[in-house]
């Protein structure tokens, strides 16, 4: 193997031994458990929005600004699993605030 090999070698493998990138993926596995909750609770506020729209013919306004405050955590979530941002989303960071 070449120097120059060893050496691009060597920047690699120091690297991957940084500890911030793994705590980094520790979170990242944390926030995709997360997702993968607030899912479920979405689609309760869904079904829920809906059967009192049916029965009311009017929205929740509660549930309105949950649902927009959730998906917005959510947005904020991918943002952060795919590097287009680093701040760490709610509990580590704000609760999304919701007009």
Known sequence: MEEKDKT????????VRKSEKWLRALYMILFIV???LTKTLLFAIVVLQFILVLFTNR???NLLK???ALSRY???IYLYLTYNAETKPFPFGDW????
């Open 66 to 68: 949950f649902s927009k």
């Open 74 to 76: 959510v947005y904020e």
């Open 96 to 99: 999304p605030k919701v007009s």
């Open 59 to 61: 929205q929740n306004s």
């Open 34 to 36: 997360i997702v993968e």
């Open 8 to 15: 691009m070698l060597e920047n690699v493998m120091q690297e």
